[in-house]
Antibody, heavy 119, light 109 residues
Framework: QVQLVESGGGLVKPGGSLRLSCAAS????????MNWIRQAPGKGLEWVSY????????YYADSVKGRFTISRDNAKNSLYLQMNSLRAEDTAVYYC????????????WGQGTTVTVSS | EIVLTQSPGTLSLSPGERATLSCRASQSVSSRYLAWYQQKPGQAPRLLIH???SRATGIPDRFSGSGSGTDFTLTISRLEPEDFGVYYC??????????FGQGTKVEIK
């Protein structure tokens, strides 16, 4: 079935780095634009980053620009988020989400991976 | 940046009642770029509505969306027990950042 599975979350000290992965299955990954969305504890959803199907168009929220890097490997059906210079305010559940190919909306989400930035 | 403001913050209703959730944008949003998501505790969000009024695959017809410009509405015609959770509107315009509303919690009265 169509599925996204995130991994790579954990506890990291301020200033540290972490790389999140999102493994896609059950669909043609290379057809879809992809996003990372995060949710701080007890808070709402925040869009973090977007990458086009071929990886040529990339966007970031201002809050992570210059620190986070999104990438994808279509041969491995995988999406990544390299997070550097992490701050306490980056603590959140990070979701990868697929853009529908037929309308504007994120129609498939992973279960999320938790990132905690604390000393 | 387009700011989405949802109201009310919390809606306390009984099963069978009608729920009306509002989402107001700080500037006009094309209807094709407005979506609604449902999130239950401990779960990922689920797409309910895209294009302001089109139900996503598998979404029951008690969910409906409407609106244009800066004012959008999600209506749940008759609440079922499984409908309780937090609902977010989301604008996915031509340029980032793409933003979410702060959410409306629908809770059991």
């Amino acid at each position: 079935q169509v599925q996204l599975v995130e991994s790579g979350g954990g506890l990291v000290k301020p200033g540290g780095s972490l790389r999140l992965s999102c493994a896609a299955s059950g669909f043609t990954f290379s057809d879809n634009y992809m996003n990372w969305i995060r949710q701080a504890p007890g808070k709402g959803l925040e869009w973090v980053s977007y990458i086009s199907s071929g990886g040529h168009n990339i966007y970031y929220a201002d809050s992570v620009k210059g620190r986070f890097t999104i990438s994808r490997d279509n041969a491995k059906n995988s999406l990544y988020l390299q997070m550097n210079s992490l701050r306490a305010e980056d603590t959140a559940v990070y979701y990868c989400a697929r853009d529908s190919t037929v309308y504007y909306g994120m129609d498939v989400w992973g279960q999320g991976t938790t990132v905690t930035v604390s000393s | 940046e387009i700011v989405l403001t949802q109201s009310p913050g919390t809606l306390s209703l009984s099963p069978g009642e009608r729920a009306t959730l509002s989402c107001r944008a700080s500037q006009s949003v094309s209807s094709r770029y407005l979506a609604w998501y449902q999130q239950k505790p401990g779960q990922a969000p689920r797409l309910l509505i895209h294009g302001a009024s089109s139900r996503a695959t598998g979404i029951p017809d008690r969910f409906s969306g409407s609106g244009s410009g800066t004012d959008f509405t999600l209506t749940i015609s008759r609440l079922e027990p499984e409908d309780f959770g937090v609902y977010y509107c989301h604008q996915y315009g031509s340029l980032p950042p793409w933003t979410f509303g702060q959410g409306t919690k629908v809770e059991i009265k």
